[in-house]
């Protein structure tokens, strides 16, 4: 995983990024518009008037869906994003993943107690929104058998996953490459821990091919959806309905002031 010394003062964190993102080379028309983008923010929350010029501004003309985060312009940044955003997402104002978290842990509990519970996770990132449900189900009592399956395509956040995953206590975290569900079921069989996680790369947009019908209890996004053009929205949430009778995307709270 590449890592770098980031400034821990904050006005330094800012010139860093932007200093970086100068330098960058942007190889199509999309990339150079996400730099441009990105460029911007960074310069407006150098000061309240700034950022509050951009968010009412320069803000409602974006394109979102031709945006890349921090972390994919700058990927040496990338366990630094997903350690900052698992730190935003903890608080408990605005509670900006509580809304998934509840849900999540709802459904599980009263889930069918005799059968392991099946969450698979697209897009899965730091994998916050599961850790948070697990602790929560745990502090609960719930007693239910569940496997939760992250699935990522990058190397370096699957990595911070497990990390992130090591707070949790009597939980059993697994690595894979290209999972499928036979080797998920023989995963599942050699587990002795209640809460099973596993964390893959698999191309979330081919699931089909790798697991059947309904093999998941809940299929779930958190905070990824927008990254996706519509195209692509609509073919993975016809997927997600076709591997679980239960799904749900979350983009956090549709709420201005938030």
Not at 53 to 61: D, G, T, V
Not at 72 to 87: S, Y
Not at 158 to 181: C, H
Not at 232 to 246: G, Q, T, Y
Request: aromatic share 8%; glycine share 4%.
């Amino acid at each position: 995983m590449n890592t770098v010394t980031f400034p821990s003062n904050r006005d330094k964190q800012i010139e860093f990024i932007l200093f970086k993102l100068d330098e960058l080379h942007p190889q199509s028309e999309t990339e150079k518009y996400a730099i441009e983008k990105n460029i911007l923010f960074f310069k407006s929350i150098r000061s309240v008037p700034r950022y509050i010029n951009w968010l009412y501004r320069s803000r409602k003309h974006v394109r979102s869906e031709d945006l890349l985060e921090i972390n994919e312009l700058l990927p040496e940044l990338d366990e630094i994003f997903h350690e900052k955003m698992a730190e935003i997402e903890r608080r408990p104002r605005p509670g900006i993943v509580r809304p998934a978290v509840d849900y999540i842990t709802k459904l599980v509990t009263n889930g069918l107690q005799n059968k392991r519970f099946r969450i698979g996770s697209l897009g899965s990132g730091s994998m916050e929104v599961e850790r948070q449900s697990i602790e929560l189900m745990q502090q609960r009592g719930n007693a239910h058998p569940l496997t939760v399956i992250g699935f990522d395509i990058s190397p370096s956040t699957r990595a911070f996953a497990e990390k992130n995953l090591s707070t949790l206590t009597d939980i059993r975290v697994v690595q894979e490459s290209k999972l499928n569900e036979q080797r998920l079921a023989m995963i599942e069989q050699e587990t002795q821990e209640q809460i099973l996680v596993v964390i893959s790369n698999n191309d979330i947009f081919k699931l089909l091919s790798d697991f059947s019908s309904r093999a998941f209890g809940l299929v779930m996004t958190t905070l990824f959806l927008h990254h996706l053009h519509e195209k692509e929205r609509i073919s993975l949430v016809k997927n997600m309905r076709v591997l679980a009778p239960h799904t749900l995307n979350y983009d956090g709270y549709q709420n201005e002031i938030v």
